[in-house]
């Protein structure tokens, strides 16, 4: 028992430790969305690293909305959202979709060279 106990707290303080922070979240996306959040836009290299960051918490949020999901009733309007929601953001992250196509959806087309 005290074995399953330890586990089990041991699950715990590491679903803890990655559990989303909506916080950095945000701030990450108005760098990205909002022209008018930053004195100039971000480098390419700031960029590339922005889009990882995005991509990073979609990883995360991603295992979380499918377990909110499981406590929705089955069938439902808001679970079948939610999986569609899901499934969208798991086609984005796919390997097979080019970086520049991935970039160029995350931020706005004024960051974009001509």
Do not use: F
Not at 75 to 100: F, N, T
């Amino acid at each position: 028992m005290a074995n399953r106990t330890i586990a089990a707290s041991e699950h715990t303080e590491r679903r803890q430790a990655v559990r989303p922070d909506i916080t950095v979240m945000r701030e990450t996306a108005q760098i990205l969305l909002d022209l008018d959040a930053v004195a100039l836009p971000p480098t390419p290299d700031e960029l590339e690293t922005l889009t990882q960051m995005i991509r990073g918490h979609l990883e995360l949020l991603i295992p979380e909305v499918e377990q909110s999901v499981r406590r929705l009733k089955r069938d439902s309007i808001p679970q079948y959202c939610a999986l569609a929601c899901v499934g969208e953001a798991r086609e984005k992250l796919r390997p097979s979709r080019s970086v520049d196509s991935a970039e160029k959806s995350a931020v706005p087309d004024a960051w974009h060279a001509p």
